[in-house]
T-cell receptor, first 115, second 113 residues
Framework: KAGVTQTPRYLIKTRGQQVTLSCSPISGHRSVSWYQQTPGQGLQFLFEYFSETQRNKGNFPGRFSGRQFSNSRSEMNVSTLELGDSALYLC??????????????FGSGTQLSVL | AQSVTQPDIHITVSEGASLELRCNYSYGATPYLFWYVQSPGQGLQLLLKYFSGDTLVQGIKGFEAEFKRSQSSFNLRKPSVHWSDAAEYFCAVGFFGNEKLTFGTGTRLTIIP
């Protein structure tokens, strides 16, 4: 069974640009969560989608948005990039059940550098 | 304030020695507790989790963790580390009905021969 796939692996953008990251969950998984990982802040929850609906949202500005398609693939978009958006963006998938009974499978992440 | 804390940023251990990584939480209710490991250039892998029952939890790769309610702690242990255990370890908490996990800032583990 293929794991969680994130593309691209690396991305370099300049301030003010926008970027779209992609995440393909494990086959059969309907929930996709996104996390931002930085050396200073650690991992912070961005949002979670289940069956094309956002179920949970973290404390990030509106420049960060996401969506999920009918095949459960998810995209995350960041508009008007700032230097502080440089981070490793991780997505994780589950079947969508209750957290204690679920196991999050993480992708290897997209490393975004904003210059 | 609600938080999950990993007091040790970096730990160095000799190969074959025992290991304990600390995790403390501060929440009104007892959360679900997780330990994840991240190898360089990789995503996170679940080592073990606790949400009820036996307070000593066994995980993969020979790791175990003990939940201590009185100390609000969930420390990760391994009796004998291997060079392949070098990685970053994250403690995380979650709550029923909420898919969000809150992570500690991580502990980087270095293994020396």
């Amino acid at each position: 069974k293929a794991g969680v796939t994130q593309t691209p692996r690396y991305l370099i953008k300049t301030r003010g640009q926008q970027v779209t990251l992609s995440c393909s969950p494990i086959s059969g998984h309907r929930s996709v969560s996104w996390y931002q990982q930085t050396p200073g802040q650690g991992l912070q929850f961005l949002f979670e989608y289940f069956s094309e609906t956002q179920r949970n949202k973290g404390n990030f500005p509106g420049r960060f948005s996401g969506r999920q398609f009918s095949n459960s693939r998810s995209e995350m978009n960041v508009s008007t990039l700032e230097l502080g958006d440089s981070a490793l963006y991780l997505c994780a998938s589950t079947t969508g059940g209750d957290l204690p009974n679920e196991k999050l499978f993480f992708g290897s992440g997209t490393q975004l550098s904003v210059l | 304030a609600q938080s999950v804390t990993q007091p040790d940023i970096h730990i160095t251990v000799s190969e074959g020695a025992s290991l304990e990584l600390r995790c403390n939480y501060s929440y009104g209710a007892t959360p679900y507790l997780f330990w994840y490991v991240q190898s360089p250039g990789q995503g996170l892998q679940l080592l073990l989790k606790y949400f009820s029952g036996d307070t000593l939890v066994q995980g993969i790769k020979g790791f175990e963790a003990e939940f201590k309610r009185s100390q609000s702690s969930f420390n990760l242990r391994k009796p004998s580390v291997h060079w392949s255990d070098a990685a970053e370890y994250f403690c995380a908490v979650g709550f029923f009905g909420n898919e969000k996990l809150t992570f500690g800032t991580g502990t980087r583990l270095t293994i020396i021969p």
